[in-house]
T-cell receptor, first 114, second 113 residues
Framework: AQKITQTQPGMFVQEKEAVTLDCTYD???????LFWYKQPSSGEMIFLIY??????QNATEGRYSLNFQKARKSANLVISASQLGDSAMYFC???????????FGEGTQLTVNP | DSGVTQTPKHLITATGQRVTLRCSPR?????VYWYQQSLDQGLQFLIQ???????AKGNILERFSAQQFPDLHSELNLSSLELGDSALYFC????????????FGPGTRLLVL
């Protein structure tokens, strides 16, 4: 069964610094997709970035990049130049090609300090 | 704004009651997913519909049911509500049923008293 692990319940970062949020996954499916979502205190789930298991390059979207290490089964999110508005809960999720559902990790609460 | 709409935003009801949550997917999206987010269970997949047909089922209770209508909007029906059903219910949509990004609506926050 697929599983996502986020080992950092909370992280703190100074404004303008970079931060890495960890995510490891477990699957037996050779084809899968990895996603990161942001959930601010208002509650909505905002899609940030996607990485396919066969993608050769790490995904990037603006200040977000995904450090994908397939052999280690990790898909860490890197946020560069943190902003106060980045304070939120961040979820890593996976979807296997054979299925439709997203499986989520428990999330990491990021706090950006001024 | 993801383009997915959900109504109502908040719902307060009593145990034993029945409620209906509504979702309109993004324009052009054929697939709708329902997820439940609670403090003890985290984010869990409930059910998926694709172009009106049930596609996949997750941890959905028998007291819960869903459907997708010809105009592609979807409704999640929760009946015989219990205190433990209090949660944030999300609808998400994607163009097809396959491996691609799911865009989430703002959620419906349900409180069962």
């Amino acid at each position: 069964a697929q599983k996502i692990t986020q080992t950092q319940p909370g992280m703190f970062v100074q404004e303008k610094e970079a931060v890495t949020l960890d995510c490891t996954y477990d699957t037996s499916d050779p084809s899968y997709g990895l996603f990161w979502y942001k959930q601010p205190s208002s509650g909505e789930m905002i899609f940030l970035i996607y990485q396919g298991s066969y993608d050769q390059q790490n995904a990037t979207e603006g200040r977000y990049s995904l450090n994908f290490q397939k052999a280690r089964k990790s898909a860490n999110l890197v946020i560069s130049a943190s902003q106060l508005g980045d304070s939120a809960m961040y979820f890593c999720a996976m979807r296997e090609t054979s299925g439709s559902r997203l499986t989520f990790g428990e999330g990491t609460q990021l706090t950006v300090n001024p | 704004d993801s383009g997915v709409t959900q109504t109502p935003k908040h719902l307060i009801t009593a145990t034993g009651q029945r409620v209906t949550l509504r979702c309109s997917p993004r324009s052009g999206d054929l697939s709708v997913y329902w997820y439940q987010q609670s403090l003890d269970q985290g984010l869990q997949f409930l059910i998926q519909y694709y172009n009106g047909e049930e596609r996949a089922k997750g941890n959905i209770l028998e007291r819960f049911s869903a459907q997708q209508f010809p105009d592609l909007h979807s409704e999640l029906n929760l009946s015989s509500l219990e205190l433990g059903d209090s949660a944030l219910y999300f609808c998400a949509s994607s163009v097809t049923a396959f491996q691609e990004t799911q865009y989430f609506g703002p959620g419906t926050r349900l409180l069962v008293l």
